[in-house]
């Protein structure tokens, strides 16, 4: 299963990344779409789509995305916030929480969540994807991740 992440596009999707994104067997979005023209790029890659409201959306095209969601993908859970300040106490139960707005790339772990912010797409592109192999001996987890082009695999 791939499944791509990414946040902060303000506006701006790069054509380099459509074919990649559209790969994808699931996309998430943390928010800051940015435009009507983005949020329907996204959409009609016809892939999955979970997507958040971030602070920058505004206009009506925005009135019926949330501001969190809980994605159940490949029996685990993605939970999507565009601040990570605005957590709720206690933390959701997630095994992934997705995060943007500071538009730097972070990943690190808690317990037995994994929290994911892809950086900007806007300024440097930066996403995830994430490749979930099912087998006998359970899940393997491979971040792969593009900054300027360029990816590096992440295995944890």
């Not at 859970?77 to 565009?82: D, E, S, V, W």
Request: glycine share 8%; charged share 20%; hydrophobic share 35%.
């Amino acid at each position: 299963m791939k499944i791509g992440i990414l946040s902060d596009t303000h506006g701006v999707l790069k054509d380099t990344f459509l074919d990649e994104l559209q790969s994808c067997d699931y996309l998430l979005h943390a928010g800051d779409i940015g435009s009507l023209k983005c949020y329907e790029t996204l959409k009609d890659l016809h892939v999955p789509l979970y997507i958040i409201k971030g602070n920058c959306d505004k206009g009506e095209w925005t009135k019926y995305l949330p501001e969190t969601l809980a994605a159940p993908i490949g029996g685990k859970i993605f939970y999507l916030i565009h601040k990570k300040s605005d957590l709720p106490y206690p933390q959701p139960e997630a095994d992934f929480i997705i995060t943007g707005h500071t538009h730097h790339y972070e990943v690190s772990k808690r317990g037995t969540t994994t929290f994911i912010n892809p950086g900007s797409c806007r300024s440097k592109p930066q996403w995830f994807l994430l490749y979930y192999r099912y087998s006998d001996f359970g899940w393997g987890r491979c971040f792969y991740f593009t900054h300027l082009y360029r990816i590096a695999i992440y295995i944890v």
